[in-house]
């Protein structure tokens, strides 16, 4: 599938209006909170939709500044509508338009594995890290299928070894379950969901991995050097 096609399937079909109405922000703290502390903190949301990560760690974790970046202008729309205190930016994340070491956390729910380059967004995320920086990566196992039309997907073992090519040091791995078994109680979604959770409880068939990892004090070799302006 060509990049406009890609773009005109966010602008167009994805789920964002049902994103804006029943956020799950029990869900997304979970992941969040492994970031803290917060206060204080240059927070990026990679790959934000609707920008409740970003509201989360603006509004409980008292970031000092939340950043949400998503190429979906659609998107974007809401989430400066329910957060207006967030800053907004409408770009590619395999290209980030930020200087080296803007950022004192990071967070990415569900989006890194929708990238045209996965490695290529990874490299830019470390980038923009600042030295010893955490950033949470969720991200889905090797069964999981949505209707995306770009979907990466790995073992926990692929995973690992995607973020240390890219200078990460994974420093744990967590789950997360997925959706809400209620989320929108149609019959066979409900059933499907309460299947997930089943499935999950094997550590090696877990829905997503929530890897949190640090960027070294060094950047890798080659990554030097490399700003850009906002």
Same mark, same amino acid.
């Given at each position: 599938?060509?990049?406009?096609?890609?773009?005109?399937?966010?602008?167009?079909?994805?789920?964002?209006?049902?994103?804006?109405?029943?956020?799950?922000?029990?869900?997304?703290?979970?992941?969040?909170?492994?970031?803290?502390?917060?206060?204080?903190?240059?927070?990026?949301?990679?790959?934000?939709?609707?920008?409740?990560?970003?509201?989360?760690?603006?509004?409980?974790?008292?970031?000092?500044?939340?950043?949400?970046?998503?190429?979906?202008? &659609?998107?974007?729309?809401?989430?400066?509508?329910?957060?207006?205190?967030?800053?907004?930016?409408?770009?590619?994340?395999?290209?980030?338009?930020?200087?080296?070491?803007?950022?004192?956390?990071?967070?990415?729910?569900?989006?890194?594995?929708?990238?045209?380059?996965? &490695?290529?967004?990874?490299?830019?995320?470390?980038?923009?890290?600042?030295?010893?920086?955490?950033?949470?990566?969720?991200?889905?196992?090797?069964?999981?299928?949505?209707?995306?039309?770009?979907?990466?997907?790995?073992?926990?073992?692929?995973?690992?070894?995607?973020?240390?090519?890219?200078?990460? &040091?994974?420093?744990?791995?967590?789950?997360?379950?997925?959706?809400?078994?209620?989320?929108?109680?149609?019959?066979?979604?409900?059933?499907?969901?309460?299947?997930?959770?089943?499935?999950?409880?094997?550590?090696?068939?877990?829905?997503?991995?929530?890897?949190?990892?640090?960027?070294?004090?060094?950047?890798?070799?080659?990554? &030097?050097?490399?700003?850009?302006?906002?």
């Amino acid at each position: 599938m060509s990049t406009p096609d890609v773009r005109a399937y966010y602008e167009d079909s994805y789920h964002f209006d049902e994103d804006v109405e029943r956020p799950n922000f029990a869900r997304l703290w979970r992941a969040l909170r492994f970031l803290e502390p917060l206060q204080g903190a240059a927070f990026l949301d990679l790959g934000s939709g609707v920008g409740w990560a970003t509201n989360l760690a603006l509004s409980r974790g008292g970031a000092a500044l939340g950043v949400g970046l998503d190429f979906s202008g &659609r998107a974007l729309t809401s989430a400066k509508r329910f957060t207006p205190g967030g800053s907004w930016v409408h770009a590619d994340g395999t290209r980030l338009p930020f200087v080296d070491a803007s950022f004192d956390r990071a967070f990415s729910f569900g989006s890194l594995e929708h990238f045209p380059d996965v &490695r290529g967004g990874l490299r830019e995320l470390y980038r923009v890290l600042k030295g010893g920086a955490l950033a949470v990566v969720v991200v889905p196992n090797f069964w999981v299928r949505t209707d995306q039309p770009l979907e990466f997907r790995a073992t926990r073992r692929g995973w690992t070894q995607l973020l240390t090519e890219s200078g990460f &040091r994974v420093l744990r791995v967590g789950t997360d379950w997925g959706p809400s078994i209620l989320k929108n109680r149609k019959p066979l979604r409900v059933v499907l969901r309460v299947l997930v959770r089943l499935v999950s409880l094997v550590p090696a068939l877990r829905y997503q991995f929530v890897f949190v990892v640090q960027k070294a004090d060094a950047a890798p070799s080659g990554e &030097r050097g490399r700003d850009r302006k906002p």
